[in-house]
């Protein structure tokens, strides 16, 4: 059963506390990508990753880490330094570079205690 | 940074009735998609039209492209309950990445 998975579908984060989101594929892609998305609106880009080891800074990047050290995954780490990290977190996939279709797991929702 | 702008922002109609979307965006493309979105869940890619093509179909969707116009427009014929969703644009302009717009929320009642 292919596809993207994330996990988990919510998360809940202390002030001053660095959280982890997990994004899994096994859909063979090379490029993966974090999104997030806020109430009522598009989507905005944190990082992408075109290949194993390399990822690039999107239009939101700060306050957040990523890594890739594997194909099949690219965790995302929000940290203490997102003063606003309450939003809807997407990771989406594509088999290349470049803006081809991408295919979305389900989501993780993020809430500040 | 919102290359594409969707319109209306919300859209009301009757079960049966043909929805239509529009996207605008302000640079080259290469590529425009049409993603589908249920309340709290991921994205669906709907379709995908290349900017040397004019008009594409799939099953009940239409999508046009007018690259003159920077434009293009997603019209759902004969709509179901099941297509209340959000709809969103997204171009990919070069630079390895699609933008994404702010969304249509489309409410189909039954």
């Known amino acids: 059963d292919g596809g993207i998975t994330q996990s988990p579908k919510y998360l809940f984060r202390k002030e001053g506390q660095n959280v982890t989101l997990s994004c899994e594929q096994n859909?063979?892609?090379?490029?993966m990508y974090w999104y997030r998305q806020d109430p009522g609106q598009g989507l905005r880009l944190i990082y992408y990753?075109?290949?194993?080891?390399?990822?690039q800074k999107g239009d939101i990047a700060e306050g957040y880490s990523v890594s890739r050290e594997k194909k099949e995954s690219f965790p995302l780490t929000v940290t203490s330094a997102q003063k606003n990290p309450t939003a809807f977190y997407l990771c989406?996939?594509?088999?290349?570079?470049?803006?081809?279709?991408?295919?979305f797991g389900p989501g993780t929702r993020l809430l500040v205690l | 940074s919102q290359q594409g702008e969707e319109d209306p922002q919300a859209l009301s109609i009757q079960e049966g009735e043909n929805a239509t979307m529009n996207c605008s965006y302000k640079?080259?493309?290469?590529?425009l998609q049409w993603y589908r979105q249920n309340s709290g869940r991921g994205l669906v890619h709907l379709i995908l039209i290349r900017s040397n093509e004019r008009e594409k179909h799939s099953g009940r969707l239409r999508v046009t492209l007018d690259t003159s116009k920077k434009s293009s427009s997603l019209l759902i014929t004969a709509s179901r309950a099941a297509d209340t969703a959000s709809y969103f644009c997204a171009t990919d302009a070069g630079g390895n990445k699609l933008v994404f717009g702010a969304g249509t929320i489309l409410r189909v009642k039954s």
């Open positions: 859909l063979n892609h090379d490029a």
């Open positions: 989406a996939s594509s088999p290349g570079t470049g803006g081809e279709t991408q295919y």
């Open positions: 990753s075109q290949i194993v080891n390399d990822f």
């Open positions: 640079t080259s493309i290469n590529n």
